[in-house]
């Protein structure tokens, strides 16, 4: 069920039910429809109120953070079954062609789902990733953040990650939330950014992110299926993202891809729509108004 609201006026909100998971959305400003895929809760909090003037943007739940009824299993996070999710969103929202927007892991998702359903796919921004999770490319992550950051950030690292066995043995639930707070100094330009409001409120089904991010992501080949993307791409990353590999990683993937833009945004670490929103905001409408498709 969902309460009415027109483009212009208070959010839009609903819920979707697929299988045994309630997708919470919420969708908020008026134009072109935009999916962005992860939590309802903590997304909306990371994009400019200025994009809203621009973008209708839908924040969808996928299972990692939605409301399940009863047990869940890895079984129940099959990525198929991830992107079938989303599809279902988009049906249920009346989006008939629109954007597709994912962070960090998000992005793969927005990337397989945009080669699943391309006709359903105008423009595909893939924010803050790393070609894969997989092990060459966390250690290019490692060897940037030892090669590249003062001891500043390190010793910031060093006390954060003493304190992470406390928060999860006090909320094992929350361990994913509780790591990505602590890795604050991988995760930001501004070292003094407290990242625990914009985590509030957030559910998380460990089940889930376990499955999605410990094995679909650290094992996939996001050139597998690629020439069935249609879509304009473009890759926006943060030059001080120590959580994921590094830019240079993209190198050896950039032929794949038929229509591929790569923005590093130089004071932003893993999520530069939040850190340098202006810009962000400037250099995603630049973009798609130059690869505006029919």
């Known amino acids: 069920m969902s309460e009415p609201a027109d483009a212009e006026g208070p959010p839009l909100r609903g819920t979707i039910r697929s299988g045994a998971f309630d997708l919470d959305y919420v969708v908020e400003g008026r134009g072109r429809p935009t999916l962005v895929i992860g939590s309802s809760v903590f997304y909306p909090r990371t994009f400019s109120p200025g994009l809203r003037r621009h973008l209708r943007l839908a924040f969808a739940d996928h299972r990692g953070f939605a409301r399940a009824a009863g047990p869940v299993a890895a079984s129940d996070f099959a990525f198929d079954t991830i992107l079938a999710d989303m599809d279902l969103v988009r049906e249920r929202l009346g989006f008939e062609r629109m954007v597709v927007v994912g962070h960090s892991g998000h992005a793969y998702m927005a990337l397989e789902y945009a080669k699943r359903y391309p006709r359903r796919v105008s423009h595909l921004v893939l924010i803050a990733a790393g070609p894969s999770q997989g092990p060459a490319h966390r250690e ?32 094992p639930d ?4 509780a790591f990505c707070i602590r890795m604050a100094a991988r995760s930001w330009h501004d070292l003094g950014y407290d990242a625990g409001p914009l985590w509030d ?19 996939i080949d996001i050139r597998d299926g690629i020439e069935a993307l249609a879509a304009p791409v473009l890759l926006a990353l943060g030059r001080f993202d120590y959580l994921v590999a590094p830019a240079h990683a993209w ?42 498709v029919t």
């Open 201 to 219: 409120g957030v559910r998380v089904n460990m089940a889930g992110i376990d499955h999605l991010w410990g094995e679909v992501f650290r094992d």
């Open 140 to 171: 290019l992550a490692e060897r940037h953040w030892e090669e590249a950051v003062c001891p500043e950030r390190k010793a910031r690292l060093e006390r954060d990650l003493a304190l992470l066995p406390a928060d999860i043995a006090a909320d």
């Open 174 to 177: 929350r361990r994913f939330v």
């Open 251 to 292: 190198d050896p993937y950039r032929a794949s891809f038929r229509d591929l833009t790569v923005r590093v945004f130089d004071r932003s670490g893993h999520t530069p729509q939040l850190e340098e929103s202006r810009s962000f905001d400037e250099e995603l409408l630049r973009w798609m108004a130059a690869h505006e």
